[in-house]
């Protein structure tokens, strides 16, 4: 699919990643229709409800989907998070995919999301898209969240699923977050510091986008990552570094594990030393690669 395909269906727009998209798609001269759950505010909108079917000729015509919506994993799981987080990953996906499975003109490509928590906790273990799935209740999700897409692929649409570790940008996501305490030199490490984190940066996030939607050969998990994976203590120190301040308040794990519980044990403290494999071979040219660069763009100004 050519990146100036008139017509783009994007789900999830108002998210971090959504707008870096979807202002990158227009920059391009790209129309772009959002499937939205409130009512729609015009023409470039349409209603839908993630847990109900989907009328397939509303969403038929469009040359390329990309379905980014789901429930933040940020915040204590209790049971009814959980409830949200699966089904609005796993029964949203099913349902997009079973509409543009019997839509009347079929996109080419289909981008869903996932993520790198399909991993589970693997410590220092090197892994790559060929690696088994993990265990535990994201690794669970993110399998169940992917397989969803198989009505699609059943139909003959390319579908691509984007593993996505950390996405650095000031303006949303993990390391808005971390940004407060750091900035006022309270930061440091998050249990051992030993645990691997793999990251990305937003342009690279929107670069490698644009990348699967236009190369017929990918399709299939991919992960977004940049080829350099950091532990969480070279993440702390280099965080602190830029913005010019001490990070020598560390927060042990049985703190985070008493405050978060399940997700400060999946989230904040499991191990993903996560490799883009599958985007070098295919020759997308990460902006970003090195961490101190990366978060000294993001953070510039």
């Known amino acids: 699919m050519a990146l100036d395909s008139p017509r783009v269906l994007v789900t999830g727009a108002s998210g971090l990643i959504g707008r870096a998209l979807v202002s990158s798609l ?16 015009g023409p470039g909108q349409i209603h839908w409800d993630p847990a109900r079917p989907l009328p397939p000729e509303s969403i038929s015509g469009f040359d390329a989907v990309v379905h980014l919506a789901g429930e933040s994993v940020a915040s204590r799981w209790t049971n009814d998070k959980r409830t949200k987080i699966r089904d609005s990953r796993v029964t949203g996906t099913r349902a997009l995919a079973h509409a543009l499975a019997k839509a009347t003109k079929r996109p080419r490509v289909l981008v869903t999301s996932s993520a790198i928590g399909y991993y589970g906790d693997r410590t220092d273990e090197v892994l790559n898209e060929k690696s088994a799935p993990g265990t535990g ?19 003959g649409i390319r579908t691509v699923q984007i593993r996505t570790g950390i996405v650095l940008s000031a303006e949303g996501g993990a390391l808005k977050k971390m940004l407060p305490p750091f900035r006022m030199g309270v930061g440091g490490r998050l249990g051992s510091g030993r645990q691997w984190m793999s990251w990305i940066h937003i342009h690279d996030m929107v670069g490698a986008i644009h990348l699967v939607m236009k190369t017929d050969l990918l399709q299939g998990p991919v992960n977004f990552v940049a080829p350099k994976p950091v532990t969480n203590v070279e993440f702390t120190e280099t965080l602190a570094s830029v ?11 049985f703190a985070i594990k008493t405050l978060f519980g399940q997700m400060g044990e999946e989230v904040l403290l499991a191990s993903q030393r996560v490799e883009p494999a599958r985007l070098v071979t295919s020759g997308y040219p990460f902006q970003c690669s090195d961490l101190r660069k ?8």
């Open 243 to 253: 913005l010019k301040r001490p990070a020598i308040f560390p927060v042990p794990a």
């Open 294 to 301: 990366a978060l000294e763009d993001v953070l510039k100004g």
């Open 26 to 41: 227009k920059t391009r001269g790209v129309e772009i229709t959002c499937l939205v759950r409130g009512t729609p505010a």
């Open 137 to 155: 209740f994201l690794a669970d999700v993110c399998r169940e969240w992917e397989a969803a897409n198989q009505p699609a692929t059943d139909a």
